[in-house]
């Protein structure tokens, strides 16, 4: 099972590009990888999903190296309202399993 | 509206004193799934159903029960709820079980209290 490592924090400021960067050594090869975003008080919603290279959404963008053992989200201009909690998934299929392990996510502070 | 619902949204409880929180979702997903949510723990997975009667443990299935008789529903029960349950559940569907490249779309969440 793929386990994702995260920064526990990060801070920006408003119109500033942020890139945060999850870490799936285990990644297997048909795991794919998917960022959420979380505002408090609120259920995750999905923000971009891949499986290599580059993928570019209204949103944000996600950059995935060959070896795919990690993956960067990259917000651009932020504004206040990006601040939020960004969770890396990547698929958990293992044997039988149709587990998903979330990791702990990155709260993301933009400040004015 | 497409969506997954939960209730109660807020449930104050003893220790002891079983309770249920509803799932439902109107978008024939198969694949539902209970979290618990933790500050600074992220999301952890309960437990999981990959359809009608097939349910699965995920990471911290102690002290919880599914159910998924129907497949819009999924209740997550707690038998003997316990003070270190306290936490926000979210529940959370796909349209299939798969290797994690299905959408979850989730609910907005129930915070329970037990005392």
Not at chain 1, 38 to 52: A, D, E, L
Not at chain 1, 67 to 81: A, E, F, Q
Request: glycine share 6%.
């Amino acid at each position: 099972l793929a386990k994702t490592t995260q920064p526990i924090s990060m801070d920006s400021y408003e119109g500033q590009e942020v890139n945060i960067t999850c870490s799936h050594n285990n990644i297997a090869t048909n795991d794919y990888i998917t960022w959420y975003q979380q505002f408090p008080s609120q259920g995750p919603r999905f923000i971009i999903q891949g499986y290599k290279t580059k993928v570019t959404n209204e949103v944000a963008s996600l950059f995935i190296p060959a070896d795919r053992k990690s993956s960067t989200l990259s917000l651009p201009r932020v504004s206040l309202s990006d601040t939020a909690v960004y969770y890396c998934l990547v698929g958990g299929r293992m044997d039988s399993s149709y587990k998903l392990i979330f990791g702990s996510g990155t709260r993301l502070l933009v400040r004015p | 509206e497409a969506q997954v619902t939960q209730n109660p949204r807020y449930l104050i409880t003893v220790t002891g004193k079983k309770l249920t929180v509803t799932c439902s979702q109107n978008m024939n997903h198969e694949y539902m799934s209970w979290y618990r949510q933790d500050p600074g723990l992220g999301l952890r997975q309960i437990y999981y159903s990959m359809n009608v009667e097939v349910t699965d443990k995920g990471d911290v299935p102690e002290g919880y029960k599914v159910s998924r008789k129907e497949k819009r529903n999924f209740p997550l029960i707690l038998e003997s709820p316990s003070p270190n349950q306290t936490s926000l559940y979210f529940c959370a569907s796909s349209r299939t079980p798969s290797q994690g490249q299905e959408t979850q779309y989730f609910g907005p969440g129930t915070r329970l209290l037990v005392l």
